[in-house]
């Protein structure tokens, strides 16, 4: 007769595969994400292409244009002398659709399947930026087929974002989040470089291909996405995340640095995960209007419309600064930008980790908003003296800048989204996710629309304007950051009371 395992290694077996899993799907979603914003990165980096300075260049034969026409090389509509006004259309079209329509995305979260959502989702988004990059081998000059298809394609994107915090959220508990979710939050800018080299290769030539190449590649993304996903561990028989509480923490003050101003350890992502799959329990999903009452919903919402407005005008006219202001090529400039990104990976790592040690996430990220006004001065006015000066000062303002976004998209988002007030209800989580990243959005979609209506009037001004914003971003924090400041007083009062009594006893 075979004897039972002992409990030690059967605890060793299933701590394996469940951290097996954990991880898969960690780095599934990871590359979903990538996919996302890979494909949104071309039109940054083709945008020098679209209008170029033609002089230099030799006439084809039976070329139409006059001699003295310097954008003949220039791709229709955009060889105009409003050209950015156009690529600011262009841009504003996917932007304001993604804002819109991330709205919506939560509410079609809740109530689909994660594997189907997010399979269609890729497979579109792939199909339109393909389409974009063939309006190149169509001989396509028409603005409105560059907008509408921006716009479907926008709108394609919004299922991405609440559908993968919401499937790690219900694999991970909320011990580390910040850290957990800074690592994994990488993909934003892992996808932005990748977007960025890939465009590069073609577009001194065939530049239809810097779309179409990702687009093939985010298409067969939707492809292992609908093959492997898996929504829940109790699907594949793993060990949901455990609630880690004791009964003391019940009594918690709620200004307790534990829980924050707006978080509570008593309603951790284990527990709504737990309820949420008991069929006797099933909760409704959350309303908007409920979504908004959940406190620091409003201010971190309002918090990343100007933090994202600054990250998104880096984004798409990044490039187009350095080959204007530092005369490099359309390459050298995607290139060169991608340390940006390489900033925001540094960035989101390190806020998650500080926030995790602090348990201040409206502190940190106030911090380091602060930090970022003074380096995007600094990288205008001294950041082009040099190559060395350009590149360090590219990574600082990366890490400055999306620091506090990654932050906000994903750990601030998780702990809002399983709010104590929510009483283990998971389904509210895609909403809270698509609310702060739909006001996000919308930050998104003015930045680089105020860009390209500023920058004829000088690239100083551009940079007033992102100052200016990221200030606001930092201001809107304030009340967060004060009760974060109580909540550390108070937990270091109880502190030294219990180090007193341990020091003198009765």
Known sequence: MRSSLAPGVWFLRAFSRDSWFRGFILLLTFFIYTCYHMSRKPISVVKSRLHQNCSEL???????????????????????????????????AFLVAYAIGMFISGIFGERLPLRYYLSAGMLLSGLFTALFGLGYFWKIHMLWYFVLIQIFNGLAQTTGWPSVVTCVGNWFGKGKRGLIMGVWNSHTSVGNILGSLIAGVWVNGQWGLSFVVPGIITAAMGVITFLFLIEYPEDVDCTPPQHHGGPEEKEDNPEDPGNGPYSSRESSLDTATRCSKEPSTQPAAISFLGALRIPGVIEFSLCLLFAKLVSYTFLYWLPLYIFNVAHFGAKEAGDLSTLFDVGGIIGGIVAGLISDYTNGRATTCCIMLILAAPMMFL????????????????????????????????????????????????????????????????????????????????WNNVFYMLISADILACLLLCRLVYKEILAWKSSMSRNRGSSLALTHPL
């Open 58 to 92: 030799i006439h084809p034969i039976n070329d139409t244009h006059s001699l003295n026409d310097t954008t003949w090389c220039s791709w229709a509509p955009f060889d105009q002398n409003n050209y950015k006004e156009l690529l600011g259309a262009v841009d504003n």
């Open 379 to 458: 990288y205008n006015h001294f950041g082009q003296n040099g190559i060395t000066s350009s590149i360090v000062m590219l990574i600082v303002c990366g890490a400055l800048v999306n620091g506090p976004y990654a932050l906000i998209t994903t750990a601030v988002s998780a702990d809002l989204g399983t709010h104590k007030s929510l009483k283990g209800n998971a389904k509210a989580l895609s909403t809270v996710t698509a609310i702060i990243d739909g006001t996000g959005s919308i930050g998104a979609a003015l930045g680089p629309l105020l860009a390209g209506l500023i920058s004829p009037t000088g």
